[in-house]
């Protein structure tokens, strides 16, 4: 019982110097990384400065393609005078299955009709109303981080064009 506890009473001071050490070397290694978040666009994490100016919104009507295989479709023109709220959803007035193709708009998907629990709905599902949770304007903003994501019909052309060789 004295040899564990002189063992300890040794051994203990040996731990806090090591364990304060190992803590100023983190203290260290954060300080190095303030500023390196490119999300913060070399801001560093303990300041805040003004915002940078809003992206223009593409108003082109033009699809864009999507970044990634999940990706909602963005919206190609402006929405900034739409009404969408518990009571009004001006996106439905081209994009419903009555109006879609009188206004030449994509159709919602059928997706947008399933309740969470799968069965077919008459009218879009509650959890479906609010396009903006979703799907956002597509603006001139260049992207914040590199994107190397192929749509499934370019790895289909690339590999037909590579049997061909």
């Given at each position: 019982?004295?040899?564990?506890?002189?063992?300890?009473?040794?051994?203990?001071?040996?731990?806090?110097?090591?364990?304060?050490?190992?803590?100023?070397?983190?203290?260290?290694?954060?300080?190095?990384?303030?500023?390196?978040?490119?999300?913060?666009?070399?801001?560093?994490?303990?300041?805040?400065?003004?915002?940078?100016?809003?992206?223009?919104?593409?108003?082109?009507?033009?699809?864009?393609?999507?970044?990634?295989?999940?990706?909602?479709?963005?919206?190609?023109?402006?929405?900034?005078?739409?009404?969408?709220?518990?009571?009004?959803?001006?996106?439905?007035?081209?994009?419903?299955?009555?109006?879609?193709?009188?206004?030449?708009?994509?159709?919602?998907?059928?997706?947008?009709?399933?309740?969470?629990?799968?069965?077919v709905l008459a009218n879009i599902a509650p959890r479906r109303y609010f396009c903006t949770q979703c799907h956002v304007v597509q603006t001139d903003a260049k992207p914040l981080v590199k994107n190397q994501f192929r749509d499934v019909d370019e790895l289909i052309?690339?590999?037909?064009?590579?049997?061909?060789?």
């Amino acid at each position: 019982m004295k040899a564990v506890l002189m063992t300890i009473v040794f051994m203990l001071p040996i731990a806090l110097v090591a364990l304060d050490t190992r803590r100023d070397a983190l203290r260290g290694s954060v300080r190095e990384n303030l500023g390196r978040d490119p999300l913060r666009r070399g801001i560093p994490l303990d300041e805040e400065r003004r915002p940078l100016p809003m992206q223009r919104v593409e108003n082109t009507d033009l699809r864009r393609k999507r970044a990634h295989p999940e990706q909602p479709p963005t919206i190609p023109h402006a929405i900034d005078s739409y009404q969408l709220d518990k009571n009004s959803n001006a996106c439905l007035h081209c994009h419903s299955r009555a109006n879609a193709e009188d206004f030449q708009a994509p159709m919602i998907s059928v997706t947008h009709f399933l309740s969470r629990d799968g069965q077919v709905l008459a009218n879009i599902a509650p959890r479906r109303y609010f396009c903006t949770q979703c799907h956002v304007v597509q603006t001139d903003a260049k992207p914040l981080v590199k994107n190397q994501f192929r749509d499934v019909d370019e790895l289909i052309g690339g590999e037909k064009a590579e049997a061909r060789d």
